[in-house]
């Protein structure tokens, strides 16, 4: 493997791993990490009659031919899994499912192909893995995480854009709201040290380090927006506020910013 051509597959747990897919962006950072779940090997080597290891694949990503074959070729795919509705998680879902012959499975129905929306709480048993469904609203209204408990010493969570690998996560407002935010973030910080699998960046060692780090991030920035209202006017307008509280944002995720100033005041206004 050349320096040109590094290898897009990282072992990210004991039962899982993932492919990068080929979309960087200020967004998306290095790209979208696709994961394949199984409880053998993650997925690697035959089974013992010869036959391909069943795989759950999560986030199948862009509309990317080589990323999705190299998915469908990582096992007997049983089942898809969509942690939520943005377009660099789900933009080749609908030809993965026709690649594969895979269910696909999300919290928004409009997302499902040939099998029912995800529930809250629900329990999957899918290529040798226990699944727990989790619903954390906030980024986006139908968000969820993914709790593998056997997975290593203490688990792991995929956390899909809920809590990502480096940085901090955007409320996509007003689909997302910071409210249901704060409530997920309390919601998985309840489920201790697990290893955070984010659907963007690293992985992350503590779920629970990491949600407290988020949590304190965000009542700094509720602080600099309540002084910013303070100084401009209760009634100023996002664009206002996000000169002031993001005055050093670059111009690539401007945008961004405005949707997470819209977000807090929504909140601090309790905006319908």
Same mark, same amino acid.
């Given at each position: 493997?050349?320096?040109?051509?590094?290898?897009?597959?990282?072992?990210?747990?004991?039962?899982?791993?993932? &492919?990068?897919?080929?979309?960087?962006?200020?967004?998306?950072?290095?790209?979208?990490?696709?994961?394949?779940?199984?409880?053998?090997?993650?997925?690697?080597?035959?089974?013992?009659?010869?036959?391909?290891?069943?795989?759950?694949?999560?986030?199948?990503?862009?509309?990317?031919?080589?990323?999705?074959?190299?998915?469908?070729?990582?096992?007997?795919?049983?089942? #898809?899994?969509?942690?939520?509705?943005?377009?660099?998680?789900?933009?080749?879902?609908?030809?993965?499912?026709?690649?594969?012959?895979?269910?696909?499975?999300?919290? @928004?129905?409009?997302?499902?192909?040939?099998?029912?929306?995800?529930? +809250?709480?629900?329990?999957?048993?899918?290529?040798?893995?226990?699944?727990?469904?989790?619903?954390?609203?906030?980024?986006?209204? @139908?968000?969820?995480?993914?709790?593998?408990? +056997? =997975?290593? @010493?203490?688990?792991? *969570?995929?956390?899909? +854009?809920?809590?990502?690998?480096?940085?901090?996560?955007?409320?996509?407002?007003?689909?997302? &709201?910071?409210? =249901?935010?704060?409530?997920?973030?309390?919601?998985?910080?309840?489920?201790?040290?697990?290893?955070?699998?984010?659907?963007?960046?690293?992985?992350?060692? +503590?779920?629970?380090?990491?949600?407290?780090?988020?949590?304190?991030?965000?009542?700094? &920035?509720?602080?600099?927006?309540?002084?910013?209202?303070?100084?401009?006017?209760?009634?100023?307008?996002?664009?206002? *506020?996000?000169?002031?509280?993001?005055? @050093? #944002? =670059?111009?690539?995720?401007?945008?961004?910013?405005?949707?997470?100033?819209?977000?807090?005041? =929504?909140?601090? &206004?309790?905006?319908?």
């Amino acid at each position: 493997m050349t320096e040109s051509q590094p290898t897009r597959w990282v072992q990210s747990s004991e039962l899982t791993r993932y &492919r990068l897919a080929p979309n960087p962006g200020p967004m998306s950072l290095e790209g979208t990490n696709s994961y394949v779940i199984s409880g053998g090997s993650s997925g690697q080597g035959a089974t013992a009659d010869g036959g391909r290891p069943g795989v759950v694949v999560v986030d199948p990503g862009p509309l990317d031919a080589t990323h999705l074959q190299e998915l469908a070729a990582a096992g007997r795919v049983e089942l #898809v899994l969509i942690t939520h509705h943005h377009s660099d998680h789900t933009e080749g879902a609908e030809e993965f499912h026709r690649i594969t012959g895979a269910p696909v499975r999300a919290l @928004d129905r409009s997302l499902c192909f040939e099998a029912p929306q995800l529930a +809250d709480g629900e329990v999957i048993e899918a290529a040798g893995v226990r699944i727990e469904v989790l619903a954390t609203p906030g980024h986006t209204a @139908d968000s969820v995480s993914l709790l593998l408990p +056997d =997975d290593g @010493d203490h688990g792991s *969570v995929l956390t899909g +854009d809920t809590i990502l690998g480096r940085g901090t996560t955007v409320i996509a407002y007003p689909d997302g &709201r910071l409210g =249901d935010y704060l409530g997920s973030l309390h919601r998985l910080e309840t489920l201790g040290p697990k290893t955070v699998l984010p659907a963007h960046g690293p992985v992350l060692p +503590d779920l629970g380090e990491i949600v407290r780090a988020y949590a304190a991030h965000r009542e700094e &920035r509720l602080a600099q927006i309540r002084a910013a209202l303070e100084r401009l006017g209760a009634e100023a307008p996002v664009g206002a *506020v996000t000169d002031l509280v993001y005055a @050093d #944002v =670059d111009t690539s995720v401007r945008t961004a910013a405005e949707t997470s100033v819209a977000a807090q005041l =929504d909140y601090l &206004r309790g905006w319908a």
